[in-house]
């Protein structure tokens, strides 16, 4: 089992920046790979970016590459998500998972653990 706790969503203008963190527990971290979602209002939920335990490899939807970054700090069991050039169609609660600890990402894509989520506001 793993918990998984997000922050630092907010109210953000067009064109902003935001760096979203989520906090793990255990101490299986650094062997897990980890990903972020979002769902925004009456759409389903969709992958944004995820990032292997090993390498780390970075894998992102097309509607964020460039803008996106994801990124890992094993010591701090902590996953983060820099979100620049923002726009209002990035508004959505945002959620961290990760997987079972060794996973290949490439082989199996699906996530094991969810947090609460952190909601992000774009505004016009």
């Known amino acids: 089992q793993v918990q998984l706790v997000e922050s630092g969503g907010g109210l953000v203008q067009a064109g902003g920046s935001l760096r979203l963190s989520c906090a793990a527990s255990?101490?299986?971290?650094?062997?897990?790979?980890m990903g972020w979602f979002r769902q925004a209002p009456g759409k389903e939920r969709e992958f944004v970016a995820a990032i292997s335990w090993s390498g780390p490899s970075t894998y992102y939807a097309d509607s964020v590459k460039g803008r996106f970054t994801i990124s890992r700090d094993n010591a701090k069991n902590t996953v983060y998500l820099q979100m620049n050039s923002l726009k209002p169609e990035d508004t959505a609660v945002y959620y961290c998972?990760?997987?079972?600890?060794?996973?290949?990402?490439?082989?199996?894509?699906?996530?094991?653990?969810w947090g609460q989520g952190t909601q992000v506001t774009v505004s016009s």
């Open positions: 998972a990760a997987q079972r600890p060794y996973r290949d990402y490439a082989i199996s894509p699906e996530f094991d653990y």
């Open positions: 255990g101490r299986t971290f650094s062997s897990r790979v």
